[in-house]
Each structure stands twice: as structure tokens, then as C-alpha cells.
């Protein structure tokens, strides 16, 4: 079946370190989103790409960093320079036309600063 | 910049009754989408809303978007307590951005 997966769904990161989520989409959507959520919160965009090998910075970049190598994987890496990044963080995708454009969201992953 | 706000942010109705949920932005856009999401889980897509006038029903749920006020309302008919959940409206923005909303948060009592 066609979605979105991200991985893993809990991370802990101790201070200090660095962290990688993972998001894979089949859907051959070219748009990729991260968004982080804070308990009770809205979204908010970390970065976002709509093609492989480009991608803009959203609201809340810092201390994050992505990469766009293939069309399905958007990995977001958590640094150490995030000094808050216990949070849950969802990726999208789209497809990028004219018309119908929602964004379609893989299930999370929380992280956990320990 | 877009903002986007809804109201009210925090909602609690008995089953059966009426209520409407309000999405506002703050520039142009005709594209306009509603989300719910249950606690702990991510966001399920509910109505893509495209053009002035739309209106889109599902069951109990009924979204609606007008450009020119930039307003988009999602309306309860009859709650049940299985439509308790946060509703988060999105307008599309620059660069096809998704600006949410701070979501509304819905608890249907019996």
C-alpha cells in the first residue's frame, strides 16, 4: 500500500547528541515536509523540500538540518545545537500540481530528551 | 506572512448538539484543508477545500470556505463522542507551505 512511513515512532536522545529520523514515501509525491508538535500545540515547519536535492528552510530551522538524495526519503537530523527538541515530529508529503495539493502525513515519531 | 487562527481553541458540547469551528487567514489563498488528529496520533486529512463557495460534507462534519472573508468554518451536526478529537484547518501558502492553525481541541460529553 502507498504512504508514508516514518521511523522510529519513539527515539531517546541523550544531551548532547545527534539524531536522525527517518520518512519514506511511495506515494511519488515530489513535496516533502517536516513539522514539529509540542504537547497541546500546533504545527509548526521545520524544513520542507519539493525537489530531490533542494530544500528551503521553514519557521523553526534551527538546530535541524535535512537532506533530499532520492525522491522518497526526507531524513531530518536533530542536533546538538536543538537545545529543546523533545517533541513530536510528523512528515507530509504532496504533490506538487495545480488543483488538489494536501499534504498527507506519516504517523510520528516522539523524541525524547533523557 | 500567514497567520492562521481558529476559534474556539478549546471546544466541549453534548452529544447531539450543533456547534461551528472557525478558520481565519491572514492573506490570500483559495486552498483551504481540514485535519483531525487524535491524541497521540498523527493527522488524518478530512476536507480539501479548493475555491470560494466550496462546501464539503462527510457524516457529520461540514466545511466550508469563503476567499473573500478568508474564513473557513467546519460545522458539527448532531456530535457524537467519536468526533472528539483536535481539528486543525491549513491554508496553503508560498512555496505551497501547509500554515496550520492552532487546532481546535473537541470533547463530545454524553
Known amino acids: 500500500d502507498g504512504g508514508i512511513t516514518q521511523s522510529p515512532k519513539y527515539l531517546f536522545r541523550k544531551e548532547g547528541q545527534n539524531v536522525t529520523l527517518s520518512c519514506e514515501q511511495n506515494l511519488n509525491h515530489d513535496a516533502m515536509y517536516w513539522y514539529r508538535q509540542d504537547p497541546g500545540q500546533g504545527l509548526r515547519l521545520i524544513y520542507y523540500?519539493?525537489?530531490?536535492?533542494?530544500?528551503q528552510k521553514g519557521d523553526i530551522a534551527e538546530g535541524y538540518s535535512v537532506s533530499r538524495e532520492k525522491k522518497e526519503s526526507f531524513p531530518l537530523t536533530v542536533t546538538s545545537a536543538q537545545k529543546n527538541p523533545t517533541a513530536f515530529y510528523l512528515c507530509?508529503?504532496?504533490?506538487?500540481?495545480?488543483?488538489?495539493?494536501?499534504?498527507?502525513f506519516g504517523q510520528g515519531t516522539r523524541l525524547t530528551v533523557v | 506572512e500567514l497567520k492562521v487562527e481558529q476559534n474556539p481553541l478549546f471546544l466541549s458540547m453534548q452529544e447531539g448538539k450543533n456547534y461551528t469551528i472557525y478558520c481565519n487567514y491572514s492573506t490570500t489563498s483559495d486552498r483551504l484543508y481540514w485535519y483531525r488528529q487524535d491524541p497521540g496520533k498523527s493527522l488524518e486529512s478530512l476536507f480539501v477545500l479548493l475555491s470560494n463557495g466550496a462546501v464539503k460534507q462527510e457524516g457529520r462534519l461540514m466545511a466550508s470556505l469563503d476567499t473573500k472573508a478568508r474564513l473557513s468554518t467546519l460545522h458539527i451536526t448532531a456530535a457524537v463522542h467519536d468526533l472528539s478529537a483536535t481539528y486543525f484547518c491549513a491554508v496553503e501558502g508560498y512555496g505551497q507551505n501547509f500554515v496550520f492553525g492552532p487546532g481546535t481541541r473537541l470533547s463530545v460529553l454524553p
Open positions: 523540500s519539493q525537489i530531490v536535492n533542494d530544500f
Open positions: 507530509a508529503s504532496s504533490i506538487v500540481r495545480t488543483g488538489s495539493t494536501e499534504a498527507f
